[in-house]
């Protein structure tokens, strides 16, 4: 479509094991994505965190990919909040 331009993009990931999500972390990381997912543990759909037990929770991934345009629509708002 024209007029439009992506600026980010973000994928999510759920894995068997933390070995195997620790090793796709570094791989994402070498293709240029940003591991935004923080301690990477999730409490599975439906249950309460409150009440959870070990097998209650999933290993989990989130990461963000910066396209070109969404460089400099960030170096655009860093120089307006300079003034």
Known sequence: MEGL?????TVEYLYET????EKHIKLMEQEGWKDISGAGRRV???RSRVLAKEEDYEWYGCFIKSSKYADTF??????????
């Open 74 to 83: 960030n170096h655009i708002i860093r120089d307006f909040e300079r003034g």
């Open 18 to 21: 933390k070995d195997l999500r």
């Open 5 to 9: 331009k992506l600026i980010e993009t």
């Open 44 to 46: 599975k759909d439906g």
